[in-house]
C-alpha cells in the first residue's frame, strides 16, 4: 500500500460546528503531517508528527487540534471555524530521514459557511 | 532560513516542445531538493528528488532535474509536452541537518500544454 487515504473528500460545515478531518497511511511512515492550501498558492505546513508526538505547531489557531492515535492515522479536528479557513486540506506522511519525499493524501475540499 | 524561487507563475508551451520550469533555492546548508506536481483537485505527487550524490536526477512521467550548486538552480526539464503535463508543478527545499521536517514549497508554476 503507497496510498495516504484522506476522508471525506467533500466538507461543508457552519461556524458553530464540530468536524474531523482523518488520514490514514500503511507505509510504515513515523512523520506524519497536515497541510493548508489555498486557491493558486502553495501548501503551507500545519503540524507535523513524529513518532505519534507532536514536533511542529506552525502556530496555528486553537480551533484546529491535531491528534494521532496510532502510527497510522492522524485527525484534524475542527471547532468554531471561520470562512477563511476554507481551504484544502492535505495530509502527508514521509520517513523520518525525509530524504525519500513526502506522499500526499489527496486532501479535503472544507468549505466554511 | 531556507527559501525558493519559482521563476515565472506561468509557463506555456505547444505539445512537442521542450519543457523548462525554473527554480531557484537558498538554503546555509546543503539541501534537500523536490518537484512536485499537483492536478486539479488532488494532492501533490512527487516527481523527482536531489539528496546526494549524481546532480542530474531523472523522475516519473519522462522529467529531469539538474542540481546546480554555484547557480543555486534545480530547474526541471522535460524533452517533449504531453497534453497530459497540464498542471501545478512545486519546487521545494528542505533541510536535513534540522530533520527536515520544514519543507518549504515555491509558489508554484502552472505549466499549459498548447495542442
Known amino acids: 500500500d503507497t496510498e495516504v487515504t484522506q476522508t471525506p473528500k467533500h466538507l461543508v460545515m457552519g461556524m458553530t460546528n464540530k468536524k474531523s478531518l482523518k488520514c490514514e497511511q500503511h507505509m510504515g511512515h513515523r512523520a506524519m503531517y497536515w497541510y493548508k492550501q489555498k486557491a493558486k498558492k502553495p501548501p503551507e505546513l500545519m503540524f507535523v508528527?513524529?513518532?505519534?508526538?507532536?514536533?511542529i505547531n506552525e502556530s496555528v489557531p486553537s480551533r484546529f487540534s491535531p491528534e494521532c492515535p496510532n502510527s497510522s492515522l492522524l485527525n484534524l479536528h475542527l471547532h468554531a471555524l471561520q470562512p477563511e479557513d476554507s481551504a484544502l486540506y492535505l495530509c502527508?506522511?514521509?520517513?523520518?530521514?525525509?530524504?525519500?519525499?513526502?506522499?500526499f493524501g489527496s486532501g479535503t475540499r472544507l468549505t466554511v459557511v | 532560513a531556507q527559501s525558493v524561487t519559482q521563476l515565472g507563475s506561468h509557463v506555456s508551451v505547444s505539445e512537442g516542445a521542450l519543457v523548462l520550469l525554473r527554480c531557484n533555492y537558498s538554503?546555509?546548508?546543503?539541501?534537500?531538493l523536490f518537484w512536485y506536481v499537483q492536478y486539479p483537485n488532488q494532492g501533490l505527487q512527487l516527481l523527482l528528488k536531489?539528496?546526494?550524490?549524481?546532480?542530474l536526477v531523472k523522475g516519473i512521467n519522462g522529467f529531469e532535474a539538474e542540481f546546480k550548486k554555484s547557480e543555486t538552480s534545480f530547474h526541471l526539464t522535460k524533452p517533449s509536452a504531453h497534453m497530459s503535463d497540464a498542471a501545478e508543478y512545486f519546487c521545494?527545499?528542505?533541510?536535513?541537518?534540522?530533520?527536515?521536517?520544514?519543507?518549504?514549497f515555491g509558489a508554484g508554476t502552472r505549466l499549459f500544454v498548447k495542442a
Open positions: 508528527y513524529s513518532y505519534e508526538k507532536l514536533s
Open positions: 521545494a527545499v528542505s533541510n536535513p541537518n534540522t530533520g527536515g521536517f520544514k519543507t518549504i
Open positions: 536531489y539528496t546526494t550524490g549524481a546532480t
Open positions: 538554503s546555509s546548508v546543503p539541501p534537500y
Open positions: 502527508a506522511s514521509s520517513q523520518l530521514t525525509v530524504d525519500y519525499g513526502y506522499t
